[in-house]
């Protein structure tokens, strides 16, 4: 088990917690190396998307829903471990997987990933109970552009369109009239172990800053459905929406979303 009492309170109070390891050295190498083949178009399948973005100067590789594209991949998101440590925070008997995520900055050039919010960038599932399970795998420390949380913010509702603004130290520079109280707890830099998992609730506030480092930071996040999410398409449309099968107000299922807990 991952997840004592202690640490399920401190992710109701924070938005977040470290939930230790998943994966051992070896473990996380069988999956970076296959990662690097998918982000090549070596994988075994395809991917819904091999992207990312670029500055110029830094880049950011994206793989979205790797797990179509690699078996490790798919066995990995029902890793049990995970899988009861996210079922236990959304209190839920039935996880779903939305879409998994790849963030790969690469060494010296690593791009950052601006400061947000996930729900909003998913306004086709409510309601905003989600859980991602964040997995280093390779050490992911500050010099490499780990990622940082404010804690508590999951619980002050969605901030515009989820996306914060920030300055030149990578620091939120919200719209204090929009933050309870006025005022901007601390940021908290959030480094993970290799092989190591990291939770955080869909509403909390994170990014993760550029990697100058000598050092590569791979990562795969799956971002978790508790069984009583559904499809609501209102708002924008998101990359993974054209998979959804069932009709608008029912239960988001279907084989683009795997059941990893409970029944289909
Ligand atoms: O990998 C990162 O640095 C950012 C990932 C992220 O934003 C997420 O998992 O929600």
Same mark, same amino acid.
């Not at 190498?29 to 992207?51: H, I, P, T, W, Y």
């Not at 500050?142 to 130290?169: F, Q, R, V």
């Not at 009583?228 to 979303?257: A, C, D, M």
């Given at each position: 088990?991952?997840?004592?009492?202690?640490?399920?309170?401190?992710?109701?109070?924070?938005?977040?917690?470290?939930?230790?390891?998943?994966?051992?050295?070896?473990?996380?190498?069988?999956?970076?190396?296959? @990662?690097?083949?998918?982000?090549?178009?070596?994988?075994? #399948?395809?991917?819904? *998307?091999?992207?990312?973005? =670029? /500055?110029? $100067?830094?880049?950011?590789?994206?793989?979205?829903?790797?797990?179509?594209?690699?078996?490790?991949?798919?066995?990995?998101?029902?890793?049990?471990?995970?899988?009861?440590?996210?079922?236990?925070?959304?209190?839920?008997?039935?996880?779903?997987?939305?879409?998994?995520?790849?963030?790969?900055?690469?060494?010296?050039?690593?791009?950052?990933?601006?400061?947000?919010?996930?729900?909003?960038?998913?306004?086709?599932?409510?309601?905003?109970?989600?859980?991602?399970?964040?997995?280093?795998?390779?050490?992911?420390?500050?010099?490499?552009?780990? @990622?940082?949380?404010?804690?508590?913010?999951?619980?002050? #509702?969605?901030?515009? *369109?989820?996306?914060?603004? =920030? /300055?030149? $130290?990578?620091?939120?520079?919200?719209?204090?009239?929009?933050?309870?109280?006025?005022?901007?707890?601390?940021?908290?830099?959030?480094?993970?172990?290799?092989?190591?998992?990291?939770?955080?609730?869909?509403?909390?506030?994170?990014?993760?800053?550029?990697?100058?480092?000598?050092?590569?930071?791979?990562?795969?996040?799956?971002?978790?459905?508790?069984?009583?999410?559904?499809?609501?398409?209102?708002?924008?449309?998101?990359?993974?929406?054209?998979?959804?099968?069932?009709?608008?107000?029912?239960?988001?299922?279907?084989?683009?979303?795997?059941?990893?807990?409970?029944?289909?």
């Amino acid at each position: 088990m991952l997840l004592d009492r202690t640490k399920i309170t401190q992710f109701h109070r924070d938005g977040f917690v470290a939930g230790g390891q998943v994966y051992s050295s070896e473990e996380a190498d069988a999956l970076s190396e296959r @990662m690097f083949a998918v982000a090549e178009g070596q994988g075994e #399948g395809k991917a819904e *998307n091999v992207g990312g973005w =670029s /500055d110029g $100067t830094t880049r950011v590789i994206q793989i979205v829903n790797i797990f179509k594209a690699d078996s490790l991949f798919r066995q990995h998101l029902a890793q049990p471990l995970i899988v009861e440590a996210v079922a236990s925070l959304m209190k839920t008997d039935t996880v779903r997987v939305w879409h998994d995520q790849v963030q790969y900055k690469p060494p010296h050039q690593g791009g950052a990933t601006t400061w947000h919010q996930d729900h909003p960038y998913w306004p086709v599932i409510q309601p905003a109970d989600l859980v991602s399970a964040w997995v280093a795998l390779d050490d992911a420390t500050i010099e490499n552009g780990c @990622m940082w949380m404010i804690p508590g913010s999951h619980l002050w #509702g969605a901030y515009k *369109n989820g996306s914060i603004e =920030s /300055d030149e $130290t990578f620091t939120p520079t919200p719209d204090l009239s929009l933050v309870p109280g006025g005022h901007l707890p601390a940021k908290v830099p959030c480094e993970v172990k290799k092989g190591h998992v990291l939770f955080h609730h869909c509403l909390t506030w994170h990014g993760s800053p550029v990697n100058r480092s000598d050092r590569g930071r791979p990562a795969i996040a799956v971002h978790y459905m508790p069984g009583h999410t559904r499809y609501v398409p209102e708002g924008k449309p998101h990359l993974v929406e054209h998979n959804i099968s069932v009709l608008p107000g029912e239960i988001l299922r279907g084989e683009h979303f795997p059941t990893v807990l409970g029944n289909n």
